[in-house]
């Protein structure tokens, strides 16, 4: 069964520094976003992106964040300089269609640790 | 803006029983609902989904969940639980019917009792 895969799992980084993490959505999906959930608290939805721009994001997804589909399989969250509240798993996912069939697939997610 | 609320951050249940996990909503607008499971170490994965068609929807596993305007719920159950249930559940709303901006609920983690 096709399956969005994220890496890394987990990745501890000092504050100020750049950190980037991969997601390679299922083949024939469109529609491509990123989720985080801050530990204890809910999953919050960052930003969506289709056709190659952003198409939604969130209060959250400052200019600190930046996402990209450098080629035709990976795309990848960016966070120019991690501050400590970074700290978070972070969740891909993608979806065939953006309406209410379209059914979100998710990652397993990337655990960022900021110190 | 739209919002939902899980009661009860943990729940646990006997094997056998019935598993009852509580989720309201609010919405401005007409809402679209969803159950998702989050199993130890994987993504999250959808079990079922309410888009306005019949109240009462059917998901994976044998999981249901109705949705009630009246009360604003979307209450998920399972006549009878299995150990491999144990999971993480969300309920997560979007008032436009569009999957892209999901707003999750906190969780409900779910332990089933031998």
């Known amino acids: 069964e096709p399956e969005v895969t994220q890496t890394p799992s987990h990745q501890v980084t000092q504050m100020g520094q750049e950190v980037i993490l991969r997601c390679v959505p299922i083949s024939n999906h469109l529609y491509f976003y990123w989720y985080r959930q801050i530990l204890g608290q809910k999953v919050e939805f960052l930003v969506s992106?289709?056709?190659?721009?952003?198409?939604?994001k969130s209060e959250i997804f400052d200019d600190q964040f930046s996402v990209e589909r450098p080629d035709g399989s990976n795309f990848t969250l960016k966070i120019r300089s991690t501050k400590l509240e970074d700290s978070a798993m972070y969740f891909c996912?993608?979806?065939?269609?953006?309406?209410?069939?379209?059914?979100?697939?998710f990652g397993e997610g990337s655990r960022l640790t900021v110190l | 803006a739209q919002s939902v609320t899980q009661l009860g951050s943990h729940v646990s249940v006997s094997e056998g029983a019935l598993v009852l996990l509580r989720c309201n909503y609010s919405?401005?607008?007409?809402?679209?609902l969803f159950w998702y499971v989050q199993y130890p170490n994987q993504g999250l994965q959808l079990l079922l989904k309410y888009t306005s068609a019949a109240t009462l929807v059917k998901g994976i596993n044998g999981f249901e969940a109705e949705f009630k305007k009246s009360e604003t719920s979307f209450h998920l159950t399972k006549p009878s639980a299995h150990m491999s249930d144990a999971a993480e559940y969300f309920c997560?709303?979007?008032?436009?019917?569009?999957?892209?901006?999901?707003?999750f609920g906190s969780g409900t983690q779910l332990t089933v009792l031998p």
């Open positions: 919405s401005s607008v007409p809402p679209y």
């Open positions: 996912a993608s979806s065939l269609l953006v309406d209410s069939t379209g059914e979100l697939f």
């Open positions: 997560a709303v979007s008032p436009s019917g569009s999957a892209r901006q999901l707003t």
């Open positions: 992106f289709y056709n190659n721009e952003i198409s939604e």
